[in-house]
Structures are given as structure tokens and as C-alpha cells.
């Protein structure tokens, strides 16, 4: 398709179904918001028992400025129905699994107030240029806070719907399953947990002794990330370390860096601990889900000074 | 460095020392090898314990077309004294060590039956092209069957010596230490271990009930592979997997693979395991030792039928 002709619909509980080219859409007023995007499965690897799925370690995450429009702005043409509960936001891409017959859309939904969030933006430029395909070119939504899941790629149409959406995307994966063999409890998964890793130095690296900076990042998807603290002693004590934040940038990650000097030879066990602004903590150990989401335990290197 | 103008020299407990430039190397009679190089710490970080170094998994293996000129060619021109014991390979790279004061240059020697080998080669073409640089332009020694410290990058100069190198690169790292507080019992990494690797399907990954072919790659450092067999249920029963051998290319990993009819929903656990024509057969459990080297376990991969 070329982004010249490319439309799509929003439709269903509004009063005033309409089709939004691509054209259209670049001459609304836009806004350019920095976001983390961090898969559900992110670090899935690290729970146990072991969880299906992609064995991710720290790598599933990413920020990037996303240019767009507030999909609050868009359903201001079409006005919602009083009796609106949930958009739902289809994506082009199709495929089969291989727990039901078939093959399926990715179709997810939000909420209405998160909907009408005027952070939560239909983009259509990823870093000052047109979204590069895979990324979801030409048109992706964005939902800051929550994970990635969310923010669909490829938007084919946009349904305003008076009850809630039960797409297996929505209702089979990216829930919680606290339980291996039951479905008690199960719950969607949304915001981002308090979170945070080490980037430096590597997991079972080896140091000399002297000064070392340990750094790293942290997230969140609720309130802001206010405080990181680190351990050098697998636990036993903490410290605070530095961030880098900027109030400009809420939904971006916090870097943060710790200088240690490292004067005894021996085996250390890093650990970095990152607090939010409603309190939440990482804790030491991740709840486990069968499906892998949301770990976000205490991130842990170990190091040996020689 | 020009390569027109580049050379190295061979010199040490020879007849003759002597300067061997890039274009002569070029017109000297060739082979092109295929020749696997694996690192000699792939796998590590699945050791139990945990072992100091880059926390490879599977990945630090690879394979390729090796274009150069026997080693023992050039030896022909200098000659070896007949109290020569080994062969020094040094290369440009050098830097600090966290262990020891000063820098160090990576240098490491060969016994002089492997030096002499016909398929040690020094290689300036890798898959039909001038070596790229990260992969040792312009000119790398290529050792089949050791592992790929062997492999020197970046040749500087070539040294013959009557006795037995002890530089860094040789004397503490790549040595296996069985023991974690103690150096009883070190010896010397050199050929690789009968080793495979399952590459589809992928651990911890969902199927659908039905066929699906279990394939990867096996590989040795003595010999060459003969078997490769399959259990689905974690070592009870074994089959045997079709191999893909080619006896023109013995220095080649082999593939193979594994027709699977998955009837029964449920989870399984996949092991491969490796033999050689020496008789050498992948382990159950890899043989631990300090720095993490030479890990041939079964390769293991579980999946979940649904």
C-alpha cells in the first residue's frame, strides 16, 4: 500500500462513522512523546520454574520519539456513545496459533479513559521518519505505560464498542495465570511493573580491582521512577544511586549509575532495586505466571574482582 | 596496513628466517576449507555452577570457507630445526588483562605435528573474500578441529621454538581447571568436544499437536561425526536422526534432522546427543571447570504440545 491512498475506519458506538486518511491525519496536530515500549515477556527467561514462550532476557525493550495524534483527537470527529466501554484497535497482521483452529487478527482494546488519554496517539513517524515497517508502518497506536502489547502495529480499523472485548489476544494471552494447571485468578496484563536492570558491568564478568561505575536503567508504568538502590552485597545493605531524570520525558526510562570501588578480591553478587512513585518496589523474587509476564525481581549480576 | 605492502615473518629455530609478504602468500598454491569454529566457551552459561566469561548459549559457533596457504608451505621455505617443538603465532591485538599488570599481546603456539598439518592454513580469504577485519584481516591462521583461540587473528609473526610457549593466552586462559579453588588437574583446551545443538524447534516454545522435524547440527574436534539420536522423552528412549555428510568436508558441522509425529498434548522434554568416530559421545552432564570451556552436554529443548 502506499501512505498517499492509506485510510482506515473508526466506527461502532460513535455517532458519526468516518474514515481518516493518512493525509488527513499528518495535518492534525500532532505531539512527538518519547515512550518505552517493553514487551509483556520481557526477562522471562529469569522466572522458575521456566515459562513458555520467548525466552527473553533484558533485551525486550526499547525507546524511541513517536510522532502523532491523540486518538482522543480523532474520536473527537466521530463522538463515542454514551454507552461506550472500550476502542478496540485491529491490526493488519494475520496468522495461525496453535491452541485454536483458524487464523487470526491481532485486534486489541483499551479502555475508555485510557482511550481518551491525549497521550495515547495513532503515530506515524518513529524517530523523524515514516515508522519503518516492522515497527508498524504506516500507522501504530501508542499507549504509554502499558506494555507493548498494546500499542498495535499496522492499524487497519478502529471499533468503539459498548461492552468488553474478548479477542484471544486479550483474553487467552497477555493475562496472568497465577496457577501451571488452573486459570484461578487470572488477570489482564496492562501497566508496566517497577523495573529496572544493569547494563553495566555484564553478568559473571570479571573486574579488576580499583574503581568501577555500575549503571543501568529503570521504568515503570505508573506514576515515575523516583529511586534506584544498589547493593553490592547481594542484598545485605543498599545505597542510593544517581538518576538522570527529566521531568520533560514521563514515560521514557531513568538512567542511573553507581560508583563503586571494588578494593577486596572475591566474588560479588549485584543487585539493583528500583521504586516508583506510588511505592512500588521490585521485589526479590517475581510472581510467577504460566504465561511469563511482568518479571521485574531485583536485577542481579554477578561479578568477580581478581 | 596496505596489504600490498604487508608481511610477516617466520623466524625462531629455523634455517632460514624470512619475510613472507601478502602477495607472495597470494601466489603460493591454495585450499579452500570449510572449516566450523567454535569458541571455546559457546555453551557456557550452562554450566552449573555459573563460570566467569561471556555468558554464551548456543551461538558462538560458526562456519565458513577459508581460502590460504598451508602453514607447513611456508615452513618449506624457512625449514625447521630438528629441536623445534612448536609454533608461535602472534597476532596485532593487544590490551590489558584483569589479572595481571601490563598489556599483553595475543600470541599462542601450536604443537609441530598440528603446525605441519596440511589444513593448518594461513588464511586471507573468508567465503571468497579478502577477511573482513573483526574476522583477522589481513592474513589469520586457521586451525580445523581447536577450538577458535587457536585460530590467530591479525598475524604479526610467526615464531619456531624449541620449547614450550608460556604466554598468557596459553598458560591461564583456555586451560581447563576442574576445580573451583585449586589449579589441580589443569590442562590445555584444544580440540573441540563431540558436541549438536537442536536449532528448531526453539526452547520453550509452543506447538500444535501433529509433524513437525526436530533438525540442528553436530560437530567434532577428532574424527567426524556418525550419529546423531533423539529422545523426546528426556532420555528414556533414543532414535537415531538422518544426517546431511559430506566426507569432502570433514572440518563442517553436519545437519541433521527428526521427524516428529506429536500426538499427545503435553510437555517434552527434546535431548540430541552426538557421536563420533572416535566413540566419543555427548555426555549427560558437561564436565565442569572454572573458566567455562569445552561444555558438550546433551543439547536439551523443551516444548509445550497444545
Not at 518496589?281 to 511469563?292: E, F, L, S, T
Request: with cysteine; proline share 6%; hydrophobic share 35%.
Amino acid at each position: 500500500m502506499t501512505t498517499h491512498f492509506f485510510c482506515f475506519p473508526i466506527e461502532g458506538s460513535v455517532y458519526v462513522p468516518r474514515i481518516f486518511t493518512y493525509q488527513e491525519l499528518l495535518a492534525l496536530p500532532s505531539k512527538t512523546i518519547k515512550i518505552v515500549l517493553e514487551c509483556a515477556g520481557n526477562k522471562r527467561a529469569l522466572f522458575h520454574p521456566n515459562t513458555y514462550g520467548e525466552q527473553w532476557k533484558e533485551g525486550a525493550i526499547g525507546q524511541a520519539y513517536w510522532k502523532g495524534v491523540s486518538l482522543t483527537t480523532l474520536l473527537q470527529y466521530t463522538g463515542v456513545h454514551h454507552s461506550a466501554r472500550e476502542v478496540v484497535v485491529e491490526g493488519y497482521d494475520t496468522g495461525p496459533r496453535t491452541d485454536m483452529e483458524g487464523t487470526f487478527r491481532y485486534v486489541r482494546s483499551l479502555p475508555l479513559h485510557k482511550a481518551l488519554h491525549p497521550d495515547t496517539i495513532i503515530a506515524y513517524e518513529l524517530n523523524g521518519r515514516p515508522i519503518p515497517y516492522k515497527h508498524g508502518y504506516p500507522l501504530r497506536l501508542l499507549v504509554p505505560q502499558w506494555y507493548a502489547m498494546a500499542s498495535v502495529k499496522w492499524i487497519k480499523k478502529i471499533t468503539v464498542i459498548d461492552d468488553t472485548f474478548q479477542g484471544p489476544f486479550q483474553t487467552t494471552d497477555y493475562v496472568y495465570y497465577p496457577h501451571k494447571n488452573n486459570d484461578v485468578g487470572k488477570h489482564p496484563v496492562t501497566t508496566m511493573n517497577s523495573n529496572s536492570t544493569i547494563q553495566q558491568p555484564l553478568h559473571l564478568s570479571t573486574l579488576s580491582q580499583g574503581a568501577h561505575l555500575i549503571k543501568g536503567i529503570a521504568w515503570t508504568g505508573e506514576g515515575t521512577t523516583t529511586a534506584v538502590d544498589i547493593s553490592i552485597d547481594n542484598g545485605h545493605t543498599w545505597l542510593p544511586a544517581s538518576l538522570q531524570q527529566n521531568s520533560a520525558e514521563p514515560y521514557s526510562w531513568v538512567r542511573w549509575s553507581f560508583r563503586w570501588h571494588a578494593e577486596k578480591k572475591g566474588e560479588y553478587t549485584l543487585l539493583s532495586r528500583a521504586t516508583d512513585s506510588l511505592g512500588r518496589v521490585q521485589p526479590p523474587i517475581a510472581v510467577w505466571n504460566r504465561k511469563g509476564y511482568g518479571y521485574n525481581a531485583l536485577c542481579m549480576t554477578k561479578v568477580k574482582i581478581e
